[in-house]
């Protein structure tokens, strides 16, 4: 499983670097404007210079409206400025049709530019509080889009999580259905250190965290700390190597 980790900023992806032998990638987003904000460019291009080389940078492109064309000129944005990883939240799309459409025209802009770049299609568990398409509608509408990765994560941040509106069996549901049509399964929405367990057994690819590498577990308030992501990554290993050792009947 891979660890990523959202920075807001330089400054803070600077002490992400400090903790890089802990991570797997560096997420910009702007929390401010929205669980899956974008930054500025010019942020995105200094993240990308702040942290190691090996370390692929990711950028969100936003909690994103209905309007492909649009958010199309915002991913090429966002992979021309440096990121590998270019993540869409469908904030904006009510059916797996407009999600289709929007990420149709993502994977084309950025394909275009740059064609070993990774394309993520984000939804939300907490979809039932704003309207958008169902989160089990994220693997399919991947697939059908000619995207990378299907990502789950939480529209509202205030103090549900992830496993608070999609338990552990429908989020299960969710990896196998985007292990089925070949696709990355990520996800995050205030994921704390005592999920991993269940995100490893149900066959994450990769969970993304902020808050949980926060000083006072505050997304906004807090500031990525080096000491923390490294806790982190230690738990994810002590879980990955009990998860193993119980599937070959070692432990």
């Known amino acids: 499983m891979l660890l990523l980790i959202s920075p807001d900023g330089a400054e803070e992806a600077l002490d992400c670097a400090k903790a890089a032998q802990h991570l797997d990638i560096v997420d910009v987003k702007k929390p401010d404007e929205g669980s899956l904000g974008a930054n500025f ?6 993240v990308r210079d702040a942290v190691p080389a ?3 940078v ?11 064309g ?5 991913a090429l944005g966002a992979v021309v ?27 084309r802009a950025v394909k275009d530019h740059r064609p070993e770049a990774l394309v993520v299609a984000s939804g939300y568990a907490d979809a039932h509080r704003i309207g958008c398409v169902n989160p ?13 990765a299907a990502m789950l994560d939480t529209a509202v941040k205030d103090g549900t999580r992830l496993f608070d509106h999609v338990p552990p069996d ?20 205030s994921v704390r250190q005592a999920d991993i367990g269940a995100l490893t057994r149900i066959g994450t690819d990769i969970v993304g965290v902020r808050g949980a590498v926060c000083e006072g577990g505050d997304r906004n308030a807090g500031r990525i700390r080096p000491h923390l992501v490294a806790a982190f990554r230690a738990e994810m290993d002590r879980q990955a190597r009990e998860y193993a050792a119980d599937v070959t009947g070692t432990g």
């Open 41 to 46: 460019p010019w942020v995105i291009r200094a």
């Open 54 to 56: 090996d370390k692929p």
């Open 58 to 68: 990711s950028a969100t492109v936003g909690d994103v409206p209905y309007k492909p």
């Open 70 to 74: 649009t958010v199309a000129q915002a």
């Open 81 to 107: 400025s440096g990121a590998t990883y270019i993540k869409v939240g469908l904030y904006g799309c009510t059916t797996p049709d407009q999600g289709i459409a929007v990420m149709r025209a993502v994977v």
């Open 136 to 148: 089990l509608a994220l693997p399919d509408i991947a697939a059908r889009s000619g995207a990378d």
């Open 170 to 189: 429908a989020c299960a549901e969710f990896v196998s259905r985007a292990h089925a049509a070949g696709l990355l399964a990520a996800l995050a929405g």
